[in-house]
């Protein structure tokens, strides 16, 4: 059996540090829970996806493979639902009626709407896209017939509101959470309206009843639609199968969420659903927790703007990673100007590398061999519970060691500054998508400058190389190709020449 580098994460299933511990060798298949899209995400919702976005860099920086299905939750979650009763309202329904909703002609286009502004955030913060991203409309068909088996199992029961899992038939629940004694999941359901015919305080829905609902399906327990906690047992076992690695959500979710999730899937499969829980902590904004109520409620564009610069972009990105995700993190302004005075770093790292690359002098390289170990040290701090402070102090002094060696610095060692900048985003996501351009003052031109900046960079080594190849000298031709290549972009020899695109990521 082939050995994996350990990566150690924080598992709440056991309440240890834990090596991520792999079905099949060196491939990560995991599931996130993803945003309920009745409104705009706010930034503690995005701290949350970006953990899961850090656990996947830091599996890739390891050579693993790996498998992410992140979901979109469009439909039944109540707003009772933190709360475990479903007797609360849909929130995409609510939604509808708020204000806010007025301007959408229904609740599948207010869905659609900010479906489309979660998933450009997504972009702006620079999260990497997942292998599927599901919506829990999509799915409902499946989920029907999960309720179905979970009926056929003994382990559902119906009421003429709707369809319930039977929690005393599941003798492991309460585990994830700790909220074993029944009296603790009783006193977190005590606010709201019982459904009298529940068996169980605890017993939460399956499936609604509900032929005046504004999103319904029909199913064999007539119209309504499908509860919360179903969906996303549902669509991780679709895509990953019925156990799957690591699974991931804010704390909030620990419970009920999270914990409903675990019985209905193990009671589907008899099998141990996922091995590795892994919990964001909340964020406070300004020292106080983040509410609507405070006026503190910030979404992704309230922070940089709704056309945002790529630094204002990756800049809270690193601010909203500068805390270690387990650990209480209180984000403020300041916390905000000084990431994007590290980004501009970053970036001018990279220019400075890029022209010396073009311009340097030869000889060799001074700082290759400086770079790498500091590289290993934030892989390093990263394989231990993602320790993003001490991964980000090694980018900064390895990006210090670069502006040091200056616009002179060799050809080799402006190599070597590049590929450390190019692990660095490839494990942290700060430097940058496409860390290339020439624009002035922080480089931090918007994609079509870069595109030029790009050719201006491309287009001379592409006529240096045709030179080589005339004069015969392959050897010399082969290594300028290497450089193009580096780039990111692919080349294609015709009879006409020879003409290049930036490289489309799968
Ligand atoms: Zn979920």
């Not at 193990?266 to 405070?294: C, D, I, N, Y």
Request: aromatic letters at 8%; charged letters at 25%; a positive charge.
């Amino acid at each position: 059996m082939s050995r994996q580098p350990t990566f150690k994460l924080h598992n709440t299933l056991t309440g240890a540090l834990e090596p991520v511990r792999t079905l099949e060798p060196e491939h990560l298949r995991m599931y996130g829970c993803g945003p309920t899209v009745y409104s705009y995400a706010h930034i503690g919702n995005f701290r949350s996806f970006l953990t899961a976005d850090l656990v996947l860099r830091t599996a890739l920086a390891l050579g693993w493979k790996t498998t992410y299905v992140t979901n979109i939750t469009d439909v039944g979650h109540l707003t009772a639902d933190d709360t475990i009763d479903p007797s609360g309202e849909d929130r995409m329904a609510r939604a509808l009626k708020s204000k806010e909703g007025e301007r959408f002609v229904n609740v599948w286009d207010l869905a659609r709407y900010y479906t489309q502004s979660f998933l450009k955030d997504w972009k702006r913060l620079n999260l990497l896209e997942p292998y599927a991203r599901p919506r829990a409309t999509e799915h409902v068909p499946e989920q029907i017939r999960a309720v179905e088996k979970l009926l056929a199992l003994g382990v559902a029961y119906e009421t003429s509101l709707g369809i319930y899992f039977s929690v005393p038939s599941f003798s492991q629940y309460g585990r994830l959470s700790g909220n074993a004694a029944a009296s603790d999941l009783r006193s977190a359901v005590r606010d709201v309206i019982v459904d009298d015919q529940k068996r169980d305080p605890r017993d939460f829905a399956l499936w609604k009843k509900d032929p005046g609902h504004l999103m319904q399906w029909h199913s064999p327990w007539g119209w309504g639609f499908p509860g919360w906690h179903i969906e996303c047992s549902v669509m991780a076992q679709a895509y990953l199968g019925p156990e799957i690695d690591l699974h991931s959500g804010g704390e909030d979710l620990i419970f009920p969420h999270h914990e409903c999730e675990i019985a209905q899937a193990e009671s589907l499969t008899g099998k141990p659903f996922a091995r590795h829980w892994v919990h964001t902590r909340f964020l406070q904004v300004e020292g106080q927790k983040m509410s609507k109520r405070l006026g503190n409620f910030l979404r992704v564009r309230d922070v940089i703007g709704s056309d945002p610069s790529l630094a204002k972009g990756l800049a809270l990105r690193l601010a909203l990673i500068a805390g270690q995700y387990r650990k209480p993190f209180n984000y403020t302004r300041a916390t905000f100007s000084d990431a994007l005075h590290h980004v501009r770093r970053f970036r001018d790292a990279y220019e400075m590398a890029a022209q010396a690359r073009r311009r340097g002098p030869g000889g060799p390289d001074a700082i290759g061999d400086r770079l790498e170990p500091i590289y290993q040290r934030a892989l390093g701090a990263m394989r231990h519970d993602l320790n993003t402070p001490a991964a980000i102090a090694a980018a900064l002094s390895g990006t210090k060691v670069i502006m040091q060696a200056g616009r002179q610095m060799t050809q080799a060692a402006a190599r070597a500054a590049m590929t450390f900048l190019n692990q660095i985003e490839a494990l942290l996501g700060v430097v940058g998508p496409k860390p290339i351009s020439g624009a002035p003052g922080h480089g931090l031109a918007p994609e079509a400058d870069a595109m030029s900046t790009l050719a201006s960079i491309i287009e001379p080594l592409i006529a240096a190389r045709q030179k080589a190849r005339m004069s015969r000298d392959f050897a010399k031709a082969d290594a300028l190709r290497d450089d193009i290549l580096s780039h990111n972009v692919e080349l294609q020899d015709t009879p006409q020449g020879t003409t290049w695109k930036p490289k489309v990521s799968p």
